[in-house]
T-cell receptor, first 118, second 108 residues
Framework: GAVVSQHPSWVICKSGTSVKIECRSLDFQATTMFWYRQFPKQSLMLMATSNEGSKATYEQGVEKDKFLINHASLTLSTLTVTSAHPEDSSFYIC??????????????FGDGTRLSIL | QKEVEQDPGPLSVPEGAIVSLNCTYSNSAFQYFMWYRQYSRKGPELLMYTYSSGNKEDGRFTAQVDKSSKYISLFIRDSQPSDSATYLCAMSGNQFYFGTGTSLTVIP
């Protein structure tokens, strides 16, 4: 149980393009989803917390107009990297929390999206 | 002081060895403790989840929590090359915190 699907797994696109990444909880409802960025051989960096039906909460230093998050249902959150540039190239990972969304439930992660901007 | 401290390694052991991975934390409000395994270019996978002091065993993995010392451990018995990965500890109270991860290589 507790499977999170993330799509696409790898995307290469030109500078200036907007890229959408989907995160789905397949067998549970997730009132809260999280978006992380990870650089090579570094730990996860939380970008934003996405709550179903409300605006996402962004971490300090993360541009909300650059990284648009939509959590329209209990099983789907999307991250759109707008007007992507080479410095946005990274590994993006989503996670979802089961149940009522209390912070005590473990997060379940997708397999990540490798974004390469040329 | 960071909320969660984890030695990044790298840690290299021969196949069959017992591996000990550790994290310390400073916030006594943490009540739930997790260990994740992350293979290269994959998302973290939940290995162990516990909310009390003591030991929890699952196959070759044992998670140990010592709340009085604010110290958690993950033991891997009979380590296999397939255990080679980065292991992240995580804990939560009001918020969720990850360690930086320990890179483990099990040599055949």
């Amino acid at each position: 149980g507790a499977v999170v699907s993330q799509h696409p797994s790898w995307v290469i696109c030109k500078s200036g393009t907007s890229v959408k990444i989907e995160c789905r909880s397949l067998d549970f409802q997730a009132t809260t989803m999280f978006w992380y960025r990870q650089f090579p051989k570094q730990s996860l960096m939380l970008m934003a917390t996405s709550n179903e039906g409300s605006k996402a909460t962004y971490e300090q230093g993360v541009e909300k107009d650059k990284f648009l998050i939509n959590h329209a249902s209990l099983t789907l959150s999307t991250l759109t990297v707008t007007s992507a540039h080479p410095e946005d190239s990274s590994f993006y990972i989503c996670s979802a929390r089961d149940g009522t969304g209390t912070s005590n439930q473990p997060q379940h992660f997708g397999d990540g999206t490798r974004l390469s901007i040329l | 002081q960071k909320e969660v401290e984890q030695d990044p390694g790298p840690l290299s052991v021969p196949e069959g060895a017992i591996v000990s991975l550790n994290c310390t934390y400073s916030n006594s409000a943490f009540q739930y403790f997790m260990w994740y395994r992350q293979y290269s270019r994959k998302g973290p996978e939940l290995l162990m989840y516990t909310y009390s002091s003591g030991n929890k065993e699952d196959g070759r993995f044992t998670a140990q929590v010592d709340k009085s010392s604010k110290y958690i451990s993950l033991f891997i018995r009979d380590s296999q090359p397939s255990d080679s990965a980065t292991y992240l500890c995580a804990m939560s109270g009001n918020q969720f915190y990850f360690g930086t991860g320990t890179s483990l290589t099990v040599i055949p």
